[in-house]
């Protein structure tokens, strides 16, 4: 493990000494400010949950309008360039929200006479970074929302997951993308403490390589103290049929260590994380180490406005898929049977199938529907004589202007149905109507 990571990081370093063929980013540099870029986005999000068949107490809904801003600046001229940014959003909750939960409101610490939580009236979040670059290798420090498979912040929600620490990104080398860092401080979506995840210390390192416009291939890795060590493997080839079709065939995977003392709610118990509770009595600490593998193969058909997916998808090892409990990154699975349930239960199997529709022949560029229909069975569930089952039947309609004053401003709406057998439910998930909606409006400062 710890050869594999001082490989990358040499490799890093020599990368960013070699000459190349083709031009650096940092050469044609304008300037701190000619470079600068600013955005903010204002985005209204509402999400709801109707708990089927328990306690309607229980359900879920959460209102709420935030900004999120960018401010980025560009590099100074000269070898080894430099800049700095701000991210950051501002929130406030439309309505009471007296049943908020999902990840989506903060809530003080103090519970009701019923047992909930107020949600916080109005809140902000964010942070700084600063970044250096030299030739087309580029090193930032801060406050940063992360796109990794092994380590990606959820943006599912109404705001983004936070990272803090410092990741390096080269592509020195064509085709070629390096990367590493290392990351101290987590912050959920719903947090306001910068480090409310409570998150010690998380390595991470990676690399892809696209071999030609058919075939790509990547690599990624992360060791999150006391916590657990995932890789993650991708390749993808695609190629072109008759008629202006393309056929795309994709392989990913994970391999998973879990630390006796990481979160693992498909296998033992519920998650020990300060956002569902933190009683190591309750099972939720493994006590020994565990492993999972997880692995899946799609298939996706194109042609001019539809787009058909069938997937595959399949756990291994002594316990499920458990991510974002361990300081991971909440969206941190990049597989195709993801929607509002993973399929990431202990030695399960899913098959799912998605189709996608551009209206843009009937006079609506800008207006998709997704569908897609997923089954998982033969779940091991702990404490049950009988395997889980699960499925979901996913549908959203999102639309994008696509030119005029309000340009680039969306409405996406999703919902889903999900169902699960007694067994399963009692551990993962109750039968579930979820409905997400989202307006995004963003507007360019400079």
Not at 283 to 301: L, Q, R
Not at 381 to 401: A, C, L, P
């Amino acid at each position: 493990m710890q050869n594999s990571k001082k490989l990358t990081l040499a490799v890093l370093i020599q990368a960013a000494l070699v000459s190349t063929a083709f031009a650096s980013e940092q050469s044609e540099s304008k300037g701190f400010v000619e470079d600068a870029e600013g955005s903010v986005l204002f985005r209204t999000g509402y999400l709801t949950r109707d708990y089927k068949g328990t306690n309607p107490g229980t359900d879920t809904s959460s209102f709420a309008q935030t900004a999120i801003v960018k401010l980025d600046s560009g590099f100074t001229q000269g070898t080894v360039g430099f800049g700095a940014g701000i991210i950051g959003d501002a929130s406030f909750k439309l309505g009471e929200n007296g049943h908020t939960g999902n990840g989506m409101i903060p809530t003080h610490p103090q519970d009701n006479a019923d047992g909930t939580k107020d949600a916080y009236d109005h809140w902000a979040r964010g942070g700084a970074y600063v970044k250096a670059r030299v030739s087309n290798t580029t090193a930032t420090y801060g406050t940063q929302v992360l796109d990794l498979p092994v380590l990606a912040s959820n943006t599912a929600r109404l705001v983004p997951e936070y990272f803090t620490g410092v990741l390096v990104e080269s592509n020195e080398i064509e085709n070629l993308n390096l990367v590493a860092g290392k990351f101290t401080e987590n912050q959920y979506s719903n947090q306001i403490n910068s480090d409310g995840n409570e998150l010690d210390r998380a390595v991470v390192w990676g690399a892809k390589y696209k071999f030609n416009d058919a075939l790509n291939a990547s690599y990624y890795g992360v060791d999150v103290k006391d916590k657990l060590d995932r890789h993650y493997i991708n390749a993808n080839y695609s190629y072109a049929l008759a008629n202006g079709s393309t056929l795309t065939h994709d392989v990913s995977g994970y391999h998973t260590k879990f630390a006796k003392n990481a979160s693992t709610y498909s296998a033992t118990g519920t998650i020990a994380n300060p956002n569902y509770g933190t009683d190591a009595l309750d099972g939720s600490i493994a006590g020994t180490e565990k492993t999972n593998d997880i692995w899946a193969v799609s298939t996706t058909y194109n042609k001019d406005v539809h787009n058909v997916m069938l997937a595959y998808q399949q756990n291994f090892g002594d316990i499920g898929y458990d991510y974002g409990g361990n300081a991971d990154g909440v969206q941190s699975i990049y597989l195709p049977n993801s929607y509002l349930s993973d399929f990431v239960g202990n030695d399960e199997k899913s098959l799912g199938l998605q189709y996608n529709y551009s209206f843009k022949n009937h006079g609506l560029p800008g207006l998709n529907w997704t569908t897609a229909f997923v089954y998982g069975w033969d779940i091991d569930v702990r404490d049950q004589d009988k395997e889980g089952q699960e499925r979901e039947f996913f549908n959203q309609v999102k639309y994008t202007v696509q030119s005029g004053f309000a340009k680039d401003t969306s409405l996406r709406l999703r919902h889903s149905y999900y169902r699960a057998n007694d067994s399963y439910k009692s551990i993962y998930m109750p039968d579930t109507n979820e409905w997400r909606i989202w307006l995004d409006i963003p507007v360019k400062l400079f």
